[in-house]
T-cell receptor
Framework: AQSVTQLGSHVSVSEGALVLLRCNYS??????LFWYVQYPNQGLQLLLK??????LVKGINGFEAEFKKSETSFHLTKPSAHMSDAAEYFC???????????????FGQGTILTVHP | DVKVTQSSRYLVKRTGEKVFLECVQD?????MFWYRQDPGLGLRLIYF???????EKGDIPEGYSVSREKKERFSLILESASTNQTSMYLC?????????????????FGDGTRLSIL
């Protein structure tokens, strides 16, 4: 079965510092991976997705993520944090072992990013 | 841009009431999903649908049912609301994508309904 682990339920950085949000996955089939962001009282917005075309994926708002099969990781980074990046971030994996997935995603528990001035 | 619209942002109901949460998408997506989101528990899948009148249970279907009479609309029903169903409810949709064990299609989410059961 697929699973996603996000290390650190809370991450705090200073404005201008590097943002690193960790995601490790477990999948018995070739995975597709996604990062979503959720601002307060809103739904989830797609940041980026890995669909096997390239291991380094660039998304919106200056975020990027690198797929590392050997480490089963898909960490999210941004070189310089901005106050507007404060939100909750979710990593998700698609795929099931057998049958048809129907597009189901397995989500991590989420990481709340706080950005200090 | 895909638009997923949930009928209410905030809803307050009483214990024992039958509650309907409505979701409409405008991009002709085959798949639709209902989640609930609780602090510390992430998103948990309640039900999903991959075609009109087709539905499958997710991870936590107890106390809920769904209806999909038209492709663009997916309704979540709380048969007899209880206080432990107080939560944020999120609807999502996605294209069918390539058939098989994985899908490269992202899900698109509505803004959520914050439901309180008193």
């Amino acid at each position: 079965a697929q699973s996603v682990t996000q290390l650190g339920s809370h991450v705090s950085v200073s404005e201008g510092a590097l943002v690193l949000l960790r995601c490790n996955y477990s999948s018995s089939v070739p995975p597709y991976l996604f990062w979503y962001v959720q601002y307060p009282n809103q739904g989830l917005q797609l940041l980026l997705k890995y669909t096997s075309a390239a291991t380094l994926v660039k998304g919106i708002n200056g975020f990027e993520a690198e797929f590392k099969k050997s480490e089963t990781s898909f960490h999210l980074t941004k070189p310089s944090a901005h106050m507007s990046d404060a939100a909750e971030y979710f990593c998700a994996v698609s795929g099931i072992a057998g049958g048809t997935s129907y597009g189901k995603l397995t989500f991590g528990q989420g990481t709340i990013l706080t950005v200090h001035p | 841009d895909v638009k997923v619209t949930q009928s209410s942002r905030y809803l307050v109901k009483r214990t024992g009431e039958k509650v309907f949460l409505e979701c409409v998408q405008d991009m002709d997506h085959e798949n639709m999903f209902w989640y609930r989101q609780d602090p510390g528990l992430g998103l948990r899948l309640i039900y999903f649908s991959y075609d009109v009148k087709m539905k499958e249970k997710g991870d936590i279907p107890e106390g809920y049912s769904v209806s999909r009479e038209k492709k663009e609309r997916f309704s979540l029903i709380l048969e007899s609301a209880s206080t432990n169903q107080t939560s944020m409810y999120l609807c999502a949709s996605s294209l069918y994508g390539v058939a098989g064990v994985s899908s490269n299609q992202p899900q698109h989410f509505g803004d959520g309904t914050r439901l309180s059961i008193l």
